[in-house]
C-alpha cells in the first residue's frame, strides 16, 4: 500500500510562485506513475504532471512551461514547483501514486489510473 502525504501549498498573488512537496511511504518501484492532479470546486479532477522511475515527466498543456514536477528519492519524495500562478490555478492539489501495466505515465492518465493519493492541500491565488 502506497501512502502520500502532501505538504506546502498556501495562498499567492497572481504572478507568484509556490511549492508543494508530497512524502511517499511504501514501495512504488519501476511500474508507478507519480504526479499531482488538481480539483477546483465545481470542476473535474485535472491530471497536472507526471514523472515516471526514469523521470520521464509530462504536464497538462495548461502548466506546460509554467509548472516543474521533480523527485527525490533518497529522501522518497517528490514536488511541484509552481510559477507564473494565476486565478486559474486555485484548486485543492493531490499528490497520486498509479501502477502502470501497458499505460504511459502521463498527465491524463493519472487521475483514472492512480491507485493511491493523498488528503490534498490547498492552493489560492488572489490578489
Known amino acids: 500500500q502506497v501512502q502520500l502525504v502532501e505538504s506546502g501549498g498556501g495562498s499567492v498573488q497572481p504572478g507568484g510562485s509556490l511549492r508543494v512537496s508530497c512524502a511517499v511511504s511504501?514501495?512504488?518501484?519501476?511500474?508507478?506513475?507519480l504526479g499531482w492532479f488538481r480539483q477546483a470546486p465545481g470542476k473535474t479532477r485535472e491530471g497536472v504532471a507526471t514523472?515516471?522511475?526514469?523521470?520521464?515527466?509530462d504536464y497538462d498543456d495548461s502548466v506546460e512551461g509554467r509548472f516543474t514536477i521533480s523527485r527525490d528519492n533518497a529522501k522518497n519524495e517528490f514536488y511541484l514547483e509552481m510559477n507564473k500562478l494565476s486565478a486559474d490555478d486555485t484548486a485543492t492539489y493531490y499528490c497520486?501514486?498509479?501502477?502502470?501495466?501497458?499505460?504511459?505515465?502521463?498527465?491524463?492518465?493519472?487521475?483514472?489510473?492512480?491507485?493511491?493519493w493523498g488528503k490534498g492541500i490547498q492552493v489560492t491565488v488572489s490578489s
Open positions: 511504501g514501495d512504488t518501484g519501476s511500474k508507478y506513475c
Open positions: 497520486a501514486a498509479g501502477r502502470l501495466s501497458y499505460d504511459w505515465c502521463t498527465a491524463a492518465w493519472l487521475p483514472r489510473g492512480m491507485s493511491s
Open positions: 514523472i515516471d522511475a526514469h523521470d520521464y515527466t
